[in-house]
C-alpha cells in the first residue's frame, strides 16, 4: 500500500498545532481540497468519526475515525468511502524548541485496482507537502 511520512517545523506551541489538526470542522477553511467535512460522532477518550468530502484529483467521499491522544498524537483509520480502500495514519507532534513544534504526519493510503500510479504519485509527492502547508499557516495565525 503507498504510504508516506513528511515532517515541518512549525512557528507554533504543541497545544495550539494539536488543536488545529484535531478541528477538523474547520479544514475545509484552509484546506483547499477539502471541500466539507461532518464530524458524524464525538465518542470519550478523544475519538471521532469524520466524513470528508474533497477534490484531490477527482472528488471523493470518505469517513475516517480519529483518535486523539492530547498533546501530542492523532491517530486515524478507515471506515469507508469511495475510490479509497484504506486510508490511515498519524500526526506525531514533538516540541521543537523556543515555541516551535516539529509535526510529523505519516499516511498510507489504499486504493482502488483501476487508479493509475500517477494519480498515488500525485498524492504523494505533491499533495502531502501541500496539506503540511496549510496546517502550518492555519497554526500559525494569531
Known amino acids: 500500500?503507498?504510504?508516506a511520512t513528511r515532517s515541518i517545523v512549525i512557528n507554533a506551541p504543541m497545544e495550539k498545532v494539536f488543536?488545529?489538526?484535531t478541528d477538523y470542522?474547520?479544514?475545509a477553511d484552509f484546506i483547499p481540497?477539502?471541500?466539507?467535512v461532518r464530524v458524524l460522532e464525538r465518542a470519550s477518550g478523544g475519538a471521532a468519526t469524520v466524513q470528508y468530502d474533497a477534490d484531490v484529483v477527482k472528488?471523493?467521499?470518505y469517513t475516517l475515525r480519529h483518535v486523539a491522544h492530547p498533546p501530542s498524537r492523532v491517530e486515524w483509520s478507515f471506515v469507508e468511502g469511495e475510490v479509497l480502500k484504506d486510508n490511515h495514519g498519524s500526526w506525531v507532534?514533538?516540541?521543537a524548541g523556543e515555541g516551535k513544534t516539529k509535526a510529523t504526519y505519516t499516511v498510507e493510503i489504499g486504493l482502488?485496482?483501476?487508479?493509475?500510479r500517477a494519480i498515488i504519485n500525485t498524492l504523494v509527492d505533491t499533495s502531502l507537502p501541500k496539506l503540511l502547508e496549510n496546517f502550518k499557516r492555519a497554526a500559525e495565525r494569531v
Open 1 to 3: 500500500m503507498p504510504g
Open 19 to 21: 488543536a488545529t489538526i
Open 25 to 27: 470542522e474547520r479544514y
Open 33 to 36: 481540497e477539502v471541500r466539507s
Open 59 to 61: 472528488r471523493i467521499r
Open 93 to 95: 507532534l514533538e516540541p
Open 112 to 116: 482502488g485496482p483501476l487508479v493509475p
